[in-house]
């Protein structure tokens, strides 16, 4: 298949596809966005961020890029970049909100909801989350979980990497079936409305361009990358978990190395 004339969309994840996860971008990465911006290939966001703070990320890295779009909080937000619109697709309802407030409530893990630039949050539970909120521009707010609040596009829960599987047994205790979970870093534990995965970005970005999802090349590195990239012409990164690897048969050199510039290049699409 000549991918170059096939594909018409790229949909990428940020952290560990774009950048690093010291929040920088190699050379081969930003030479790879430079010629992408010449092609009529349109080119999206998909991040677990929402699409406020996927966008300032990536404009603090890259600048004033021409993106298309953005889909944010794994698929359940969606902003169009160049008419300034954000709207929440698939949203958690405030009973939703509460009662996984009320369920998770362990002293080393943090509950927390965005609000525009506020990170709403139970607890600072150590160090290692306050680090995260911060590199993140987000101002902590303490909040209760029990009060009244408008719905929600993800719920986050945050650990100190170290203990993950302290994290896993304890939330094998929460009845969570009713929500679409996974992690989308090892400290970063998220939770969306059932179903709601970053394939549906795909679908979404499929119907509005009017092409098929095998259409829309996409990238990622992570779990919450993973039902996306099945969805379309997915690439896995070199970075990649090697179980995640096996799973996508389209791969590309680490977000440090080559990244996404050896698939683009080597397949023509730049």
């Keep these: 298949m000549n991918l ?19 929040y920088r971008a190699s050379d081969y990465t930003r030479k790879a966005l ?30 004033d890029y021409p993106l298309d779009y953005v889909f944010g909080c794994n698929g359940a937000e969606f902003m169009d970049v160049r008419k300034k619109q954000t709207k929440i697709l698939y949203p958690l309802s405030s009973d939703d909100v ?4 009320k369920v998770i409530d362990s002293d080393f893990l ?12 139970d607890k600072i ?18 909040f209760d979980f029990s009060k009244n609040c408008i719905p929600r596009s993800k719920i986050v829960v945050l650990n100190d990497a170290t203990d993950r599987e302290k994290e896993d047994e304890y939330l094998k205790t929460i009845d969570l079936s009713a929500y679409n979970t996974c992690y989308s ?10 179903g709601v995965t970053k394939a549906k970005s795909i679908e979404y970005l499929s119907q509005l361009l009017g092409c098929e999802k095998k259409q829309i090349l996409s990238f990622g590195d992570m779990e919450n990358d993973m039902e996306m990239l099945k969805e379309s012409t997915g690439v ?4 990649a978990d090697e179980s995640l690897k096996k799973q996508i048969p389209f791969h590309t050199s680490r977000v440090d190395e080559l990244g996404i510039y050896e698939f683009l290049a080597n397949n023509h699409l730049i």
């Design 110 to 121: 943090s509950v927390g909801i965005y609000e525009n630039e506020t990170f709403l949050v």
């Design 125 to 142: 539970a150590n160090e290692k989350v306050a680090k995260w909120i911060k590199a993140r521009w987000l101002n902590p707010k303490i």
């Design 236 to 239: 896995i990164m070199g970075n």
């Design 34 to 63: 430079s010629l992408l911006e010449k092609s009529d290939y349109k080119i999206s966001l998909s991040s677990g961020r929402p699409c406020f703070l996927a966008l300032k990320a990536f404009q603090k890295t890259f600048g």
């Design 185 to 194: 870093t090892m400290n970063c534990f998220e939770i969306t409305l059932k």
């Design 4 to 22: 170059a004339s096939y594909i018409k969309a790229i949909a990428f994840d940020f952290d560990g596809t774009l950048i690093d996860f010291d």
């Design 98 to 101: 509460r009662y996984i407030g």
